[in-house]
């Protein structure tokens, strides 16, 4: 299976503080893409990382990938209430139709 | 900005009976996804449609589902018989390309009681 792994399962950070979420996969992938969700609402998309690629900003958003351990980390900066959310990890492979979601990780921001 | 919407976003079915999910994709979108989430759990693959036929199915994507894409810009999930376990939350995706973003609609919250 080419699942993502989030890392921790759940994390909780004071407001403005940074917070780093980890993901795993198993097998070679085309792309690595990160997803918010607010409770019981819809996936938001945040941003997409490509297999050649080892970083990429957005905001207060900094994605990198390792292919060669296989692993991906979403860093968001100066963390706001507005960022509690579960953040889930999402990777297709070559030649796949299809993509995988990781069990994500709940992030609360105390304020 | 585009965006992907669903309909309805919740849907009451007495289990036995046919269900149909509705969702309009990004209009130049070509790829085409339906998951779904039950309470709490993962975001599973269901079924991936490209050029107007299944292009990748999950096992969980069985006789009972079927998807359709009838005029051009509606893409539907109907779900033929529904079961207590089929109590989720159900969400359609486009993207304008494989390996390009997925954009996800709100959800259908389909509770079969």
């Known amino acids: 299976s080419q699942q993502g792994e989030e890392d921790p399962q759940a994390l909780s950070i004071q407001e403005g503080e940074n917070a780093t979420m980890n993901c795993s996969y198993k097998?070679?992938?085309?792309?690595l893409q990160w997803y918010r969700q607010n409770s019981g609402r819809g996936l938001v998309h945040l941003i997409l990382?490509?297999?050649?690629?080892r970083e990429k900003h957005s905001g207060r958003l900094r994605v990198t990938l390792d292919t060669s351990k296989k692993s991906s980390s979403l860093l968001i900066t100066a963390s706001r209430a507005a960022d509690t959310a579960s953040y889930f990890c999402?990777?297709?492979?070559?030649?796949?139709?299809?993509?995988?979601f990781g069990k994500g990780t709940r992030l609360h921001i105390l304020p | 900005e585009p965006e992907v919407t669903q309909t309805p976003s919740h849907q009451v079915t007495q289990m036995g009976q046919e269900v149909i999910l509705r969702c309009v994709p990004i209009?130049?979108?070509?790829?085409f996804y339906w998951y779904r989430q039950i309470l709490g759990q993962k975001v599973e693959f269901l079924v991936s449609?490209?050029?107007?036929?299944?292009?990748?199915k999950s096992e969980i994507f069985d006789d009972q589902f079927s998807v359709e894409r009838p005029d051009g810009s509606n893409f539907t999930l109907k779900i033929r018989s529904t079961k207590l376990e089929d109590s989720a939350m159900y969400f359609c995706?486009?993207?304008?390309?494989?390996?390009?973003?997925?954009?996800f609609g709100q959800g259908t919250r389909l509770t079969v009681v």
């Open positions: 999402a990777t297709d492979a070559w030649r796949d139709d299809k993509i995988i």
């Open positions: 097998t070679s992938i085309n792309n």
């Open positions: 990382i490509r297999s050649n690629e």
């Open positions: 209009s130049n979108h070509l790829y």
């Open positions: 449609f490209y050029n107007n036929e299944i292009s990748e």
């Open positions: 995706a486009s993207a304008q390309d494989r390996g390009s973003e997925a954009f």
